[in-house]
């Protein structure tokens, strides 16, 4: 199948970019990488009157470390973060960008696209709730900024309305203390994940700050819950892993509530979180312990 025909713009400014939008009154969908949206067009799925091609908007190209933080514009590409030097500065984004797709895919694809499309199993949008990036909306109204957890309202729904552009989303650097896991299981990789997980672990004087932990692929949009006091109670134990099983069985009934499907059971779902779960933490657990002695 083709595409249904529609118009194409290519505004040079982020300003004029928004104005397309609202002339298109509802019907107007920005482009990126395109690696989501194209399929859904030539599948019909969605049938926009105007594509909004922000690939010549120079701003939208930046990325930048400063401040503690990594800003990332909208155009800038997945493949560029993982090789870009002050990308470097997020390991967990790092860690996470060799299970989205293939690295085709990731030459075209985009991390802010990425989020707008929002997809329940999709990579970055877990790196981005894990780490509660920072996310600057630009629409009619002017530029507001939404918390990566506030982001995310259900499979492939978000805080931006038909005329906003994500313009760039800020990602905290990693600091000494910090430690990172990062985990999914999919049929094949490239795929999308049936379950999968991403931790962050901080600790300052052998004492646990904080320990967050996202799930993805088993909810309708990443799930984050803050788990330090699992921690510390399990971190002495001679086997983290095998210790954190059992408290986590009660968290997986919680963050894991999609249905099985044909690919997974609710069952299986829980059993590969809690899995994951308690590995990725020890991991980030134990590299937080190692970075903190630095
Ligand atoms: C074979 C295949 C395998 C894939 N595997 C994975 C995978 O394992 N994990 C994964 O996470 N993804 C996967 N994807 C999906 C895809 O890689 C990402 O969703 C994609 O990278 C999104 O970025 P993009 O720039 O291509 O977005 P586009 O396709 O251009 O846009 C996607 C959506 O977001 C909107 N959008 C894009 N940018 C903006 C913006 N700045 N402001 C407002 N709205 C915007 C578009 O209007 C559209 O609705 C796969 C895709 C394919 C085709």
Redesign the pocket.
């Known amino acids: 199948m083709k595409a249904a025909p529609f118009a194409y713009v290519r505004p040079a400014t982020l300003d004029e970019a928004v104005s397309e939008l609202v002339r298109a009154d509802g019907g107007g ?11 859904v067009l030539a599948m019909r799925l969605a049938r926009p009157t105007t594509l909004v091609d ?1 690939n010549a908007v120079p701003e939208l190209g930046e990325l930048r470390a400063d401040g503690g933080r990594l800003e990332v514009g ?1 155009t800038v590409r ?1 493949r560029r973060i993982e090789r870009a030097p002050e990308a470097a500065s997020v390991p967990l984004l790092r860690m996470a960008l060799p ?3 293939h690295r085709e ?1 990731r030459s ?3 991390v ?3 989020l ?2 929002a ?1 329940p199993a ?3 949008p877990a790196v981005a709730s894990c780490l509660n990036a920072e996310l600057d909306l630009v629409g009619p109204r002017g530029r507001r900024t939404v918390a990566a957890r506030e982001f995310f309202a259900g499979a492939m729904a978000t805080a ?1 309305e038909g005329e ?3 313009a760039a989303v800020r990602f905290p650097t990693a600091r000494p203390g910090d430690g990172f896991g990062f985990a999914e299981i999919a049929r094949r990789h ?3 994940a049936l379950a999968g997980v991403a931790a962050h672990v901080r600790v300052a004087e052998d004492r646990v700050v904080f320990a967050t932990l996202t799930a993805f692929g088993v909810s309708d949009r990443p799930v984050t819950r803050e788990v330090a006091d699992l921690l510390s109670l399990a971190a002495a134990a001679q086997d983290v892993p095998t210790e954190l099983q059992g408290p986590l069985s009660s968290l997986a009934v919680e963050v894991v509530n999609t249905d099985g499907d044909v690919h997974a059971s609710t069952e299986y779902r829980r059993r590969l979180f809690r899995t994951l779960a308690a590995r990725e933490l020890a991991k980030a657990y134990r590299r937080a312990t190692e970075s903190s002695q630095r």
């Open positions: 969908k920005v482009i990126a990488g395109g690696q989501s949206l194209v399929p922000i909208a997945q299970w989205v797709g895919l075209r694809g985009t802010c696209g990425s707008a499309h997809d999709a990579e970055i931006l906003d552009v994500l490239g795929d999308f």
